[in-house]
C-alpha cells in the first residue's frame, strides 16, 4: 500500500519464514514490553490490543514493523495488510506468517 | 512579493500574471503526484465560493475545514478566502481516537466559531450523521463541489477583518479559536520573509499537517502568497515512509524545511543506510526546528547522520513562534551559526539567572538559541509581576509585534487576560543574551509529545474517572526523553485495588487516554494511597510528584 511497506521482489522472498510460534510470540512480548514501561513480557497474551489499547503508538508500529521484518526475514506486506488495525495483536501479526509459511513449506 | 494588504489579492495577482506557475506539487503515498497551478488553484477554489454562496454562508462567517485529503483542503480554504468567509482547519479523526470523542469536539468546535458550516468527506459525513444534531451542523461535502462552476473571488475586504481562525490548543474543556486579520497575517509574512531572505529560488518541503501553525503559515500561506513553490506531503504517509520527504528534497531541489524537534531523531532513526545511498541534500538552505523544545543533541544527530548526503551545521536553524502571533516570534540560523550556551545548572534552578559555566568545574545545562526577533517583534522577560527582567534573567516571554491575533474567537475574557498593553504573555519561559532568546521551559504544566499540546489536567481529569483510582489523586506530567527528541507522558494515580487487577487498570486507562485525546501513555503506575506529594497550595503537586517519581520509580 505505502511505497515503503513494498513487497518483497519474488526472488529474494524467504519462505522459510519463522519455525516456533510460541518463541516468535515470546520474542514480540519481550518487543512490546520493552516499548511500554508499563507492562511486563509476561503480560502480554498473544490477543491482546497493542495499539488500538492504547499500549503503543504509532512511531512503535513502524519500529515493530521493522523489527519483525529483520527478525523473522521477511516483508509483512506480503503477508497482510500494514496497518495499525491490521497488525494489532501479536496473533493478528503472526497467524498470517504461519499461516502462509505452512502452505508453502511442504511443497518446497 | 506580497504587494497587497489582503491575503487573497497576493494569490489573484499572482494568478492572474502567471496563471501555469506552480503552487504546489501534493506528493501521495499512494496516488503518485499532482501538480497544482495558481490558475487550477483559482478555478477549483472557485467551485468552493459557489458551493458556499449556495449553502448560504454569509462573508465573516466561519467556515471549518475537515478533510483527509490535502488538496480538497486547500480548495476549500482558498475558496473560503476568496469568499470572505473564515477558513478554520482542524484535524480529521485518526484511527486512534474513538469516534464519539472526535464527535463531540468537533460539536464543540462548531459551537465556539459559532458556525454550523463545515466542509468534510463522505466517510465523515457517515460517521457524523446522528451524532450532531441535524440543525447545528450544514454539512458540504467536497465530493459535491464538483457539481458547481467556479465563482469569481468577492471583493473584500478590510485589512483589520479576520481572514482566518488557527485552534490553539487548549484544555478540551476549552477549545479556543485565534482570530487573525489579514494584516496580521500580511506583516507575518512579510517579516518573516524578509529573515528568511525568501527569494524565486526557494522551495519549500513539507510532511506537516495545515491544522497547524507551523504548517498553516510557514509551509502553506508563505508559499501561497509569494509565489514560491512548496512540495507537500501527509503526515501520515511520511511517518509511514520517512524518506518520501528526502526524496522530494532531492528531486525537487527544495531549500527550506520546518520540523518539530522530534522528527530529526525519528528521520536519524528511521531512514536506513541502503536508501540514502543516492540521496542529495545539498540543495537545502535551512532545517527549521520549531514548535517544541528543540534540543542541540537532536541537530548534532541529524547533522552527523546526513552529513553524507550534504547536510552541514549552518542548515540546522531554530524558531519560537505560536499561533497568537500568526507564527514566527524569532528566527535563528539564516545568517549566522545558531548559538549554544552552557550554563550553571544551580544558577539556573536557584537564582533563575543563565550564567555560562565550565563544565569541569560546575554542573551543566546546554541551551540552544531561539535565534534573535523578526523585524516588528519584540520580546521580553518578564518577573511574576510583569516587570521587565534585564539580560540574562530567567522569566516568562512576552511578545509584541504587528502580526498579533485580533482575539480569541468571541472570548473576549480570554483575549483581556493574554494580552496587556500590548504585550502577549506566551506562558514559557526562557531569557534573553545579546539579542538571543533561549527558551527553557513552561510556567504551565504543559506536556509536548511530537509537537502535539497535551494537557495534563485532560489527562487527569480522564484517569480519575476510572474504576479503581482514587478520583483526584492522579497526576500527570511529561519526561524528555532524548532518544525519541521529545516527551514521554506519565501517569501516577493512587489505587486502593488489590494488585492482581492493576495490569487491568492500567489497559483501562492507557485506552481512555488514548481514545480522549489521542495520546499515548508510556508510563503508568499505579500508588498506594497518599504516595503521591501536595505544593504549599494543598494542590498535588506535578514538578514535585514527577521529582519524586524520578528519584524513587525510575531509579530503580
Redesign the interface.
Known sequence: ?????RKSDPITKNINGPVDYEAAAQKLRSFVAAK????EAS?IANETKLF????????AF?ELV?YVEKEFHLKLADFTEV???SLDSIEQILDPIFKRSRNISPAS | MLESDILIENVNRIASLHSERLFAKLLFAQRGAINITYGGLIERAGRYVSMYHEHGVRPEEVVVIVHNDIEQTIYAFVGATMYGAIPSIFAHPSVKISPKEYTKTLALLLSVSRTRFLVAYRELHDQLKGCIPADSVDLMLSEDVLAHSAAPALPTANPDKIVLLQHSSGTTGLKKGVALSNSSVINQLRNYASTLQLCQCDRIASWLPLYHDMGLIACFLLPLATGIPLVLMSPFDWIADPMMLFRAIHKEKCTLCWMPNFAYNFLAARVSETDLADVDLTSMRAFINCAEPISADSHQLFCERFRGNGVREDMLCTCYAMAENTFAVTQGGILDPVKIETLDATAVRNRKEAIPANCRTAVCQTVISSGRAIPNNQVRIIDDCGNELPERYIGEIAIKSDSMLNEYYNRPDLTSQGIKNGWYRSGDLGYLADGDLFVLGRIKDLIIVAGKNIYPQDIEEIVSGIEGIYPGRVVAFGIYDETIGTEEVVILAETVVERAKHLEIKLAIAKAVREQLECVANDIVLLPHMWLIKSSSGKLSRPGNREKYLSELRAS
Do not use: V
Open positions: 500500500m505505502r511505497a515503503w511497506f511500554s514501561k508499563f507492562i503480560e488500538s489499547s492504547g499500549l503503543l503508538d504509532s512511531l513502524i521493522l496497518n495499525l488495525n
